[in-house]
């Protein structure tokens, strides 16, 4: 009979979905009772512990609903290594105040000068944030886009994508992304990725006039990072090679 009010208590937070209070309500109320803390200091602590643990698992189901190909943080990022890339701006964005704008980002530059690490930690920023994010390199949306069309379920992938926070378009080359770029016009951000230059983008959507639109749309609210410099991943091997050379 003693057990009753412990396993009613279980039962009730269960059903609350209050995890963190069960798992630790005993434990603290040994520990408030030891520092002499009244129920109110006790409940408010306990309050607290729910609340933080709640938000580290709505950033994972963010971060998780997001598909990133790998989690990466600004803070791991090598500035010094890129100098043409505005560190001030870049940590600027980072706060999210562009998405609240509708702003957009156009991350240019040569294969390997961490474009990609850019976006990941924004949208990993961004996630932290409470906003809904989704990374995707554009060869895959176009083949998402593709595949929606031929099962009918095109209106719908089209209304995910404008409904998401801030849509990451990673390694925009040579596929048209003409839609899904007019569709999110003022109604939320992208981030873009590309290794070409904006004078060579008529090579990606075909026709001049339709690149100028398309341009228009973006640059309209946008933030540039210039990210020119040696490839990190050409880097490496070059310090590979000098550290083991072949015998």
Not at 72 to 96: C, E, H, W, Y
Not at 162 to 179: A, K, T
Not at 188 to 205: A, V
């Given at each position: ?24 309500y ?5 520990q408030?009772?030891?520092a ?34 790998a989690?990466?943080?600004?803070d791991?990022?090598d ?12 940590m ?66 089209q ?8 849509l ?36 990606i ?17 946008v933030?540039?990072?210039e ?8 880097k ?6 000098q550290?083991?050379p072949?015998?």
């Amino acid at each position: 009979m003693t057990d009753t009010p412990q396993v009613l208590l279980a039962h009730h937070l269960k059903k609350l979905r209050l995890p963190t209070f069960l798992s630790e309500y005993a434990k603290l109320a040994q520990q408030c009772a030891a520092a002499n803390k009244d129920h109110v200091q006790y409940l408010m602590r306990l309050s607290e512990l729910e609340l933080i643990e709640r938000e580290r698992r709505m950033i994972e189901r963010r971060i998780k609903a997001a598909k990133f190909p790998a989690t990466k943080s600004l803070d791991s990022f090598d500035f010094k290594a890129i100098p043409s890339l505005n560190k001030v701006l870049t940590m600027q964005l980072a706060r999210g105040e562009f998405i609240d704008a509708r702003e957009n980002i156009i991350a240019l530059g040569p294969s390997g000068t961490g474009k990609t690490h850019i976006a990941l930690g924004l949208g990993l920023a961004a996630c932290q944030q409470g906003r809904k994010v989704r990374f995707i390199t554009a060869a895959a949306l176009v083949h998402e886009l593709i595949e929606a069309a031929d099962e009918r379920r095109l209106q719908r992938l089209q209304k995910q994508l404008v409904s998401q926070d801030l849509l990451i378009i990673d390694e925009l080359g040579f596929v048209p992304l003409s839609e899904v770029i007019s569709q999110r016009y003022e109604r939320g951000s992208i981030i873009i990725t590309s290794n070409l230059p904006f004078d060579e983008w008529t090579e990606i959507f075909g026709a001049e006039r339709l690149t100028g639109a398309i341009l228009d749309r973006l640059t309209h609210h946008v933030n540039i990072l210039e990210m020119n410099g040696e490839s990190f991943r050409l880097k490496q091997s070059r310090q590979a090679i000098q550290t083991n050379p072949a015998t």
